[in-house]
């Protein structure tokens, strides 16, 4: 790199607040912000705490109070990703000046790292089996932030801190609502101004390119129904149906008596109009045989949700050995910055890293907003 006025140790600070503007969902999640002396590896299991959830109970006199476990539970959280920039040294001989190498380097490497972390992130959807909207139709209404906040109320989720992530269609649909371009006449022009749909309901709204697509893994379905009894807490069911081909995939919602399931993972191949070994969250009520279920079309996952749904946490990686290298952190945030040699290739490397990991805590804080 010809600019050798930029010290690795310098390059990392730079990138690292660059890297924290841009990441949407990662900073609206509860963020584990404990850190470990020692560096970590792809695939490490870290215990993160987990946020506590009280109840108020109406106060008995003849029976006195009840105490509650405040101490802090934890969880197992794996690192289980690694989002990475590399490029050659030779890309970067051009960037003279710190402003330069700002430009053609440290902005899209901190755009393309938060985007890859975003869109991680985002698939936690497939965790949440509760949805309103219609699969299909983008959202464009007042009304779709009110049945988001109809689910939510319905699981008893806190209203403070209540956000909502969008695609660009939504997002688009919603700058475009009256009710938000006409704000300037209620004195509020912020929102319009920065093209923003602010806060809304009860939610403060985030768009992301990084919202999920779910594809649905049945096709060709009709008539689908429970294929045998199922007893009450059960987490596993058969269907069949006319013509059912394809098999369920992680994320895929059954609807059965009213009521979502999201398929936990994905099932077996469609063997003769049936799937088997279906497993499914929340756990079922007792089911009839022939049962009716019907399987929601694919669609976009734009999520409304709690920060207590979701957690994120990132931890310092190793620093390799005879390279030079920097890690730096900041908020719960860490980023390495490596440079090095690649001996096969007979070039010099410079590789922007970050380890993280998402878990859904609370399913019952969120809520998918079809699309």
């Not at 390119?209 to 429970?226: D, N």
Request: charged share 20%; net charge negative.
């Amino acid at each position: 790199m010809a600019n050798q006025m930029i010290s690795i140790k310098e390059l990392a600070r730079l990138t690292l607040p660059r890297l924290m503007d841009n990441l949407v969902f990662p900073q609206l999640c509860y963020r584990d912000l404990e850190q470990d002396i020692t560096g970590r590896k792809l695939g490490d299991t870290i215990q993160i705490r987990k946020p506590i959830n009280l109840q108020a109970h109406d106060f008995d006199p003849a029976q006195g109070v009840t105490s509650q476990n405040i101490a802090e539970d934890t969880v197992d959280f794996t690192l289980n990703r690694i989002a990475t920039v590399d490029v050659g040294i030779e890309a970067l001989e051009g960037a003279s000046n710190k402003e330069t190498l700002e430009q053609v380097f440290i902005l899209p490497a901190a755009a393309a790292l938060a985007e890859k972390i975003n869109q991680e992130g985002l698939k936690l959807y497939q965790d949440i089996p509760y949805a309103v909207g219609t699969a299909g139709t983008t959202p464009s209404a007042l009304a779709d932030f009110s049945a988001a906040r109809k689910a939510l109320n319905l699981n008893r989720a806190p209203v403070s801190g209540r956000c909502a992530v969008w695609d660009a269609e939504a997002d688009a649909a919603f700058t475009n609502l009256d009710a938000l371009v006409h704000a300037d006449k209620a004195g509020a022009t912020d929102a319009l101004k920065e093209g923003s749909i602010g806060r809304v309901m009860g939610f403060d709204n985030y768009m992301s390119q990084g919202v999920a697509r779910h594809e649905s893994g049945i096709t060709a379905a009709s008539a689908v129904k429970v294929n045998g009894a199922v007893e009450a807490g059960a987490n596993v069911l058969s269907i069949s149906g006319t013509t059912l081909t394809g098999q369920l995939v992680k994320g895929d919602v059954l609807v059965i008596g009213g009521k979502n399931y999201t398929v936990t993972q994905a099932s077996a191949p469609a063997s003769n109009n049936a799937i088997s070994g279906i497993q499914v969250y929340p756990a079922l009520p007792a089911l009839q045989d022939k049962t009716e279920v019907s399987v929601l079309p694919s669609h976009t996952a734009n999520l409304a949700f709690c920060p207590m749904a979701f957690a994120f946490a990132t931890r310092p990686l190793v620093a390799p050995a005879g390279v030079e290298s920097y890690v730096t952190g900041y908020n719960g945030i860490n980023l390495r910055v490596v440079r090095g040699y690649d001996m096969q290739h007979k070039r010099e490397l410079l590789s922007m890293d970050v380890l993280y990991g998402f878990k859904t805590l609370y399913p019952e804080l969120a809520v998918r907003v079809l699309g």
